[in-house]
Nanobody
């Protein structure tokens, strides 16, 4: 069984910073893409940033230049450094991993439980 556990959310003032972490554990053969998504109240879940096992990154336009995604492949962990936060960044942030649990298995998506990020004005 695979688990993704996020940490690092909280309350911060506008202009502040937070760092989110997400560690994947369990029966894992390989992880291809890891990423962060967010969902604000009344809105659909949206992509924030993704990173491949080789380190290629992709960001939503709204966070480019403010957020940085990184990962430690040896620890199956992905990070999201969030700077210059504004109230529009308030949301539940979810970690995602696209992975195989064995050599012959298909890749599948796994999600964390989410961590709340609240930015006050």
């Amino acid at each position: 069984q695979v688990q993704l556990v996020e940490s690092g959310g909280g309350l911060v003032q506008a202009g502040g910073s937070l760092r989110l972490s997400c560690a994947a554990s369990g029966v894992i053969f390989s992880i291809s893409v890891m990423g962060w998504y967010r969902q604000a109240p009344g809105k659909q879940r949206e992509l924030v940033a993704t990173i491949t096992s080789g380190g290629s990154t992709n960001y939503a336009d709204s966070v480019k230049g403010r957020f940085t995604i990184s990962r430690d492949n040896a620890k199956n962990t992905v990070y999201l450094q969030m700077n210059s936060l504004n109230p529009e960044d308030t949301a539940v942030y979810f970690c995602n991993a696209n992975l195989r649990i064995s050599l012959g298995a298909y890749r599948d998506d796994y999600w964390g439980q989410g961590t709340q990020v609240t930015v006050s004005s």
